[in-house]
């Protein structure tokens, strides 16, 4: 499958890459805490690279650590990047979230 | 080609954000080949996502990403906030770098983390006034210098004051 879309959720604790194609259907992913983005972004990508993807759109969630990590070793891996998008879920003012964590 | 993209768009947006070239969404031929599959509605499908790339959509996606999917039913993630077009021969950290620069620009990781725990009236009214005198600052330089010309006159008052011999002479009064 030469095109497809990889998703990466990057939260302050983990960051999970999963690797779709073009509507939506999970082929592989994997997930690692903070630092071991990298190696997490590797994972999933070297399943699909041996199954032939060239072309990837990139979907980032969440503000967080992983962002870099991710977007780096998807460009050090042969795919060749046909968009980053950046997939933050925004509320128009809907749900009340928790109260303020008391540091 | 995506250079020359990103800086029409920047253009484009600066000077006309409220544009919607709807009509311009479905009828551009697509820039990339489809792919070679398959059944019918995969095909749809795939004509769909593949016109997604042409110059003008890419442009509309950048400048009002909500207004240039309306149409699009079978795009996978309707909405996003910030997208970057990527050129192949691009370094990685001029990408990174130009990634980060939209996402800082479209405020997407400071909306975050504001809506990650409730904010109070109060604190909403904090956070909004030091919003505006962070935009006002960069706006106004003059108030800065008024406040300086302020205090300069307020200086030369005081040298007056200690030239105008206000203050009755030493030494007790004849009488």
């Known amino acids: ?103 | 080609m995506a250079f020359s993209l990103t800086s029409l768009s920047k253009s484009l947006s600066s000077l006309l954000p409220s544009q919607h070239s709807l009509p311009n969404l479905p009828q551009n031929p697509p820039n990339f080949a489809p792919p070679v599959s398959q059944s019918d509605p995969k095909s749809t499908s795939i004509r769909l996502s593949s016109c997604l790339t042409t110059p003008a959509e890419e442009t509309n996606a950048i400048t009002c990403p909500s207004f240039a999917y309306a149409n699009t039913l079978f795009f996978k993630s309707g909405h996003y906030n910030v997208q970057v077009v990527v050129a192949d021969n691009e370094p990685e950290d001029k990408l990174l770098g130009r990634f980060r620069r939209a996402v800082f620009k479209a405020g997407v990781i400071q909306e975050c983390k504001r809506r990650m725990f409730f904010e109070s009236s109060q604190e909403k009214k904090k956070r909004k006034v030091r919003e505006a005198s962070k935009r006002n600052r960069r706006r106004r330089p003059k108030p800065k210098d008024s406040a300086q010309s302020k205090e300069e006159t307020s200086k030369k008052d005081d040298d007056e004051e200690d030239g105008d011999n206000w203050e009755l002479p030493e030494g007790d009064l004849p009488y």
């Open chain 1, 1 to 103: 499958i030469p095109k497809g879309v990889i998703h990466a959720q990057a939260s302050f604790n983990n960051t999970i890459v999963t690797v779709t194609d073009v509507w939506g259907q999970v082929i592989s992913w994997s997930s690692g805490p903070l630092f071991a983005a990298q190696i997490a972004a590797g994972n999933a990508i070297r399943v699909v690279v041996d199954q032939g993807r060239q072309r990837a759109e990139v979907m980032i969630k969440c503000p967080g650590l992983g962002r870099d990590a991710t977007l780096r070793t998807i460009r050090r891996s042969s795919i060749l990047l046909s968009f980053i998008r950046d997939v933050a879920l925004m509320p128009h003012n809907g749900c009340r979230p928790h109260k303020k964590r008391c540091m």
